[in-house]
């Protein structure tokens, strides 16, 4: 199972960015997708999370900001970032988690939002 994020960028204070994730691979069933992010010197914090049946759950620090969304037959899944912040600065990576329990990391993608 191989998670390749992409969309991170450089952008200023109050823009948008939309941050992808596709899964390849076979032989699993993804029960929830999530996002988390670490900026430096921070611990890594769960940004967002969707459940295969559509729950979502956010970080009360985005709630109203961001909005993720899945797709479970391409399978991907987005994270949409608006009125960005520079506290926002992070690496963002996006995990599932399959029926079986097991989760799964891709490569994180830096988003630099300037002040």
């Known amino acids: 199972v191989q998670l390749q994020a992409s969309g991170g960028g450089l952008v200023q204070a109050g823009g948008s960015l939309t941050l992808s994730c596709v899964v390849s691979?076979?032989?699993?069933?993804?029960?929830?997708w999530g996002w988390y992010r670490q900026a430096p010197g921070k611990q890594r914090e769960l940004v967002a999370s969707?459940?295969?049946?559509?729950?979502?759950n956010y970080a009360d620090s985005v709630k109203g900001r961001f909005t993720i969304s899945g797709d479970n037959h391409k399978p991907t899944v987005d994270l949409q970032l608006s009125n960005l912040k520079p506290e926002d600065t992070a690496v963002y990576s996006c995990?599932?988690?399959?029926?079986?329990?097991?989760?799964?990391w891709g490569q994180g993608t830096q988003v630099t939002v300037s002040s």
């Open positions: 969707i459940t295969s049946g559509g729950s979502t």
């Open positions: 995990t599932i988690t399959s029926r079986s329990g097991i989760r799964y």
């Open positions: 691979g076979s032989g699993f069933s993804i029960d929830s």
